[in-house]
């Protein structure tokens, strides 16, 4: 199996800015809300009249692509190296266009080989409209045989936008033979394949986490899902022969070995930190907790792959 691999999942919630300049949800026939003059000020608001309005009109909730606000892109990153599990995370609600060319700044660095679970379905169509609104540039990923690199000509027989190509591998895809009726959730074949599966929530749960500041839950809950996803690509290359003997066996044992020192390291560096705010607390009286005092979130982290470990035994 070559290197380097790019794995990565998404999250969004919905676009509540998007949905009131484009007026959805304020239809005056099946909207609960007042008129335009008392227009919805919230956001709970805006998303509560568009999915009273798409229940009237007997329509889905799910909000379109190009109205899917991208919260969370989880990488699982895999070369020559080791492996490394990151996000880009849009914590202050702004940050949308910096998340999405973070991304794409990583494609352009590396060229690695993409892997998704319906990347071609949901995540890059997403990443593609939000991109544009954004401004976001991707002259690598968009490279399809015209680009101005000394390999681009070698991007027109194999590119990352053209379905049949496989320098972006949407592996439920491949797997259903390009055919969506045979397509299968990434929570079943992980769980089937005996690995984990989701944990912590699901996509349905995501925007109201969102509302109440569950922020690093989200991303965990993101992040679990590329895991799972590099994990079946790992199974699938061993069903294709992209592994030779007993290397399947030892990248899965690197994978657990890789997550135990994840989890060892952030339990270490969290006794330190309260080591340090006790040895803080007896030399003062009142204020603020010092700045190295272990912080919520890395408690979470840690224990969040440990159970992922746990189940994965």
């Not at 290397?247 to 989890?263: C, D, I, P, S």
């Not at 040895?279 to 912080?295: H, I, K, N, S, V």
């Amino acid at each position: 199996m070559g290197w380097p691999v790019l794995v990565f999942d998404i999250e969004t919630i919905p676009d509540v800015a998007g949905l009131r300049a484009l007026e959805l949800g304020q239809n005056a026939e099946t909207s609960p809300l007042p008129p335009e003059s008392a227009a919805p000020e919230t956001d709970a608001q805006t998303w509560a009249a568009w999915q009273t309005e798409r229940a009237a009109l007997g329509k889905s909730d799910m909000v379109p692509l190009h109205l899917q606000r991208v919260l969370c892109i989880s990488c699982v990153f895999r070369n020559a190296e080791g492996l490394k599990i990151r996000s880009f995370v849009d914590r202050d609600g702004c940050s949308e266009g910096q998340v999405i060319q973070s991304f794409f700044q990583a494609i352009e660095r590396h060229s690695p080989q993409l892997v998704s679970w319906n990347g071609g379905g949901f995540d890059l169509p997403v990443l593609h409209y939000r991109g544009l609104k954004h401004g976001v540039e991707a002259n690598r990923y968009w490279d399809m045989g015209d680009g101005g690199d000394h390999d681009s000509r070698e991007f027109k027989w194999n590119n990352y936008i053209s379905r049949y190509h496989m320098r972006h591998l949407d592996l439920m895809d491949l797997l259903a033979m390009y055919q969506p009726k045979n397509n299968a959730p990434l929570d079943a074949m992980a769980k089937l394949c005996g690995f984990p599966g989701k944990l912590g929530m699901s996509g349905a749960e995501v925007y109201p986490a969102w509302l109440r500041g569950e922020v690093d839950a989200i991303r965990q809950y993101c992040e679990t899902d590329v895991l799972n996803t590099y994990l079946l690509y790992c199974r699938f290359q061993h069903m294709r022969g992209g592994f030779a003997g007993d290397e399947y066996g030892a990248e899965m044992a690197f994978v657990r070995a890789t997550l135990q020192a994840k989890v060892d390291a952030t339990l270490a560096a969290v006794a330190e930190r309260q080591a340090q705010h006790q040895a803080d607390d007896e030399t003062q009286l009142g204020g603020d907790a010092p700045a190295g005092a272990a912080t919520v979130s890395e408690k979470h982290a840690a224990s969040h792959w440990a159970e992922y470990l746990a189940v994965w035994a």
